[in-house]
């Protein structure tokens, strides 16, 4: 099973798809280092995320907990304080870090709204790669800002021999805001396509799988079904700030626990558990984000290789790229079908602009009033 932790909804970013940083918890009431024990060993992949979890000063701490209780502990980080990451890295050069960049130096900066935010995160990565580490990347949300940048930033990442994580633009209840949908679809699907290609004439596994990884993401833009059904709140789950356990991080009505007040295999096992896995196996919503997705495109008895059909996309499109014959995008997704938005907000760039507020626990509960239906596409 895999396992997403949000240390925090505190933020320094102050990005256009995400007003978490407008909202964000206070330390007091934070997850703590005494609920975190009760996790158990034996998680594939985890994830300490956020907000930004570089602003917990006992980072340290927690990546002491938690790095034996997993295979691939993992930290998204924004990568401006590479202060707080290095001494992990030097400790753990295993440990896999994510740092998002939305593009080049005015794009990232702008979506973002960091300050010098593209040089900051390029100081940082080669921080992390001079103190060892041995898993590390970039990771990007594709919107109609910075699709015409994604391919240059693949192709940074490959000069710097680190990987390069993607996701589409979407909304969460934890967003605080409903625009997170592009403007123009068909145009950013077809610049995916462009990544893709360029992500087939690799020989590198990993790469290769993501390749397939960047056409559910296509799909996901186009406003269609997954390529592959959720497993949310079996082969994943969330914890947020609060202790509270999610099935998954989109919808606010999948919560099966709080692991401050129950033990992890009572909210696993719990008949709440069990009441919203059957909301997942129902669920319609078109989410395809790296938790979702990678534990889907598991086979499901052998957890550590991939499903058949993933694994007949990957093989059959290499040997295209091979043999310089064009691939059929449309033969896997309906490119004559797009969702309709109607007008949709422009995003803006929260660059040097200040706005916050304090979450108390209980209004936690009342993130969203939103209907579920809105999350659809």
Same mark, same amino acid.
């Given at each position: 099973?895999?396992?997403?932790?949000?240390?925090?909804?505190?933020?320094?970013?102050?990005?256009?798809?995400?007003?978490?940083?407008?909202?964000?918890?206070?330390?007091?009431?934070?997850?703590?280092?005494?609920?975190?024990?009760?996790?158990?060993?034996?998680?594939?992949?985890?994830?300490?995320?956020?907000?930004?979890?570089?602003?917990?000063?006992?980072?340290?701490?927690?990546?002491?907990?938690?790095?034996?209780?997993?295979?691939?502990?993992?930290?998204?980080?924004?990568?401006?304080?590479?202060?707080?990451?290095?001494?992990?890295?030097?400790?753990?050069?295993?440990?896999?870090?994510?740092?998002?960049?939305?593009?080049?130096? =005015?794009?990232?900066?702008?979506?973002?709204?960091?300050?010098? !935010?593209?040089?900051? *995160?390029?100081?940082?990565? @080669?921080? $992390? /790669?001079?103190?060892?580490?041995?898993?590390?990347?970039?990771?990007?949300?594709?919107?109609?800002?910075?699709?015409?940048?994604?391919?240059?930033?693949?192709?940074?990442?490959?000069?710097?021999?680190?990987?390069?994580?993607?996701?589409?633009?979407?909304?969460?209840?934890?967003?605080?805001?409903?625009?997170?949908?592009?403007?123009?679809?068909?145009?950013?699907?077809?610049?995916?396509?462009?990544?893709?290609?360029?992500?087939?004439?690799?020989?590198? =596994?990993?790469?290769?799988?993501?390749?397939?990884?960047?056409? !559910?993401?296509?799909? *996901?833009?186009?406003?269609? @079904?997954? $390529? /592959?059904?959720?497993?949310?709140?079996?082969?994943?789950?969330?914890?947020?700030?609060?202790?509270?356990?999610?099935?998954?991080?989109?919808?606010?009505?999948?919560?099966?626990?709080?692991?401050?007040?129950?033990?992890?295999?009572?909210?696993?096992?719990?008949?709440?558990?069990?009441?919203?896995?059957?909301?997942?196996?129902?669920?319609?919503?078109?989410?395809?984000?790296?938790?979702?997705?990678?534990?889907?495109?598991?086979?499901?008895?052998?957890?550590?290789?991939?499903?058949?059909?993933?694994?007949?996309?990957?093989?059959?499109?290499?040997?295209?790229?091979?043999?310089?014959?064009? /691939?059929?995008?449309?033969?896997?997704?309906?490119?004559?079908?797009?969702?309709?938005?109607?007008?949709?907000?422009?995003?803006?760039?929260?660059?040097?602009?200040?706005?916050?507020?304090?979450?108390?626990?209980?209004?936690?509960?009342?993130?969203?009033?939103?209907?579920?239906?809105?999350?659809?596409?």
């Amino acid at each position: 099973m895999d396992l997403s932790v949000i240390l925090t909804y505190r933020c320094d970013s102050r990005c256009s798809m995400c007003h978490i940083w407008q909202n964000p918890t206070q330390t007091a009431h934070e997850v703590t280092l005494d609920t975190l024990a009760k996790l158990p060993g034996g998680f594939d992949h985890l994830n300490l995320t956020g907000g930004e979890p570089t602003l917990r000063k006992d980072l340290m701490e927690v990546v002491e907990l938690l790095h034996p209780r997993a295979c691939t502990l993992e930290i998204s980080t924004n990568g401006l304080h590479p202060d707080r990451l290095v001494p992990i890295v030097e400790r753990f050069p295993d440990i896999k870090v994510r740092i998002s960049v939305e593009g080049f130096e =005015a794009t990232n900066d702008a979506i973002r709204g960091e300050k010098n !935010g593209f040089a900051r *995160k390029m100081e940082s990565m @080669d921080a $992390l /790669i001079a103190a060892g580490g041995r898993d590390l990347g970039f990771a990007t949300t594709f919107q109609d800002e910075n699709v015409e940048e994604v391919v240059g930033l693949y192709r940074l990442c490959e000069e710097k021999g680190i990987e390069f994580a993607t996701s589409a633009l979407h909304n969460g209840f934890q967003f605080h805001k409903d625009d997170n949908v592009p403007y123009d679809r068909m145009k950013v699907a077809s610049k995916v396509e462009d990544l893709i290609r360029e992500m087939l004439k690799s020989w590198n =596994a990993k790469t290769l799988f993501r390749a397939y990884l960047n056409l !559910g993401l296509i799909a *996901k833009i186009l406003g269609h @079904d997954r $390529l /592959i059904p959720c497993t949310a709140g079996s082969m994943f789950a969330f914890v947020d700030p609060w202790s509270d356990v999610y099935a998954c991080n989109v919808r606010p009505d999948l919560k099966m626990g709080n692991l401050l007040e129950q033990g992890w295999e009572e909210i696993l096992k719990g008949p709440v558990a069990q009441e919203q896995r059957a909301k997942v196996k129902a669920c319609t919503q078109n989410c395809w984000m790296v938790a979702s997705a990678k534990t889907a495109m598991r086979n499901p008895r052998f957890a550590h290789l991939p499903r058949l059909g993933p694994t007949a996309w990957v093989v059959r499109n290499k040997l295209k790229s091979l043999l310089h014959i064009p /691939i059929r995008f449309d033969q896997d997704v309906d490119y004559s079908v797009v969702h309709e938005d109607g007008e949709v907000a422009r995003r803006e760039s929260w660059l040097g602009r200040k706005q916050k507020a304090n979450l108390q626990p209980a209004e936690s509960r009342q993130y969203s009033q939103f209907s579920s239906g809105f999350f659809n596409r």
